[in-house]
């Protein structure tokens, strides 16, 4: 498997579409955020295990949720998850220079992981992209009010802070339960809900930072 054939099947099955995705899964290199041990597993179109009971996400959910969140140059936005980073480098790249990614992790390797990660791109040399070791349930007050908010682990309600942390205009893409749900902001109390079909995901986990009991 290749990165040219896995970007071809996501567009052959319609989960890629806009060419500015395209292009940042064609720059952001997928096999810069696995564990070296699984290198050769990096385009297959499967999560892989990043350690600490989590996962890189699968291929097409990313693509899935890139598309509906559409994320433009000079936009600020929340990636809760960080994980591995792989998202977060696509949307520093799909936001450029003029825009801001704002990435949360709640494990201290994996913050340290998507770190080193997004490094090898740059972009947080750039001013591009800031990873925070925190708790994403509560948002990041600090840097809102935000353009989108994109979560990449489940949540059973999305959360009032969230919705309080979005500029009007504003979107935020996160699996409620198992179903991909996206929330439009049209005014200051005032949402608009589209949910799309199941997909799995690791719960949002509240509460300590680095906390593995759960
Ligand atoms: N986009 C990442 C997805 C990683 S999986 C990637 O492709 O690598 C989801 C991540 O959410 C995990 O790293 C998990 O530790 C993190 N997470 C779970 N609950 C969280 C919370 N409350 N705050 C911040 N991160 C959280």
């Not at 509906?68 to 998850?81: A, M």
């Not at 708790?135 to 989108?148: L, R």
């Amino acid at each position: 498997m290749t990165q040219d054939k896995l970007i071809k099947e996501l567009v052959r099955d319609g989960y890629l579409k806009s060419p500015s995705i395209i292009e940042a899964f064609k720059k952001i290199n997928r096999a810069d955020f696995v564990p070296e041990s699984e290198g050769e597993m990096a385009y297959y179109n499967i999560p892989l295990p990043i350690g600490y009971n989590q996962t890189i996400s699968q291929p097409l959910t990313v693509a899935f949720t890139l598309e509906l969140l559409e994320p433009k140059k000079g936009e600020k936005i929340l990636d809760i998850g960080a994980g591995s980073g792989w998202q977060t480098a696509l949307l520093s790249e799909l936001v450029g220079e003029e825009g801001k990614v704002i990435a949360i992790e709640r494990i201290p390797e994996l913050k340290n992981m998507a770190e080193k990660n997004v490094g090898k791109y740059g972009f947080a040399k750039k001013g591009i992209a800031e990873i925070i070791l925190g708790d994403g349930s509560k948002g990041y007050p600090e840097e809102a009010p935000y353009d989108k908010i994109v979560a990449a682990a489940y949540v059973k309600k999305i959360p009032a802070c969230w919705k309080e942390q979005l500029k009007i205009g504003g979107r935020i893409v996160a699996p409620v339960g198992e179903q991909m749900t996206v929330l439009d902001k049209t005014g200051p109390d005032k949402f608009e809900q589209k949910q799309y079909f199941a997909f799995l995901f690791v719960p949002l986990i509240e509460g300590e930072v680095g906390d593995k009991s759960s």
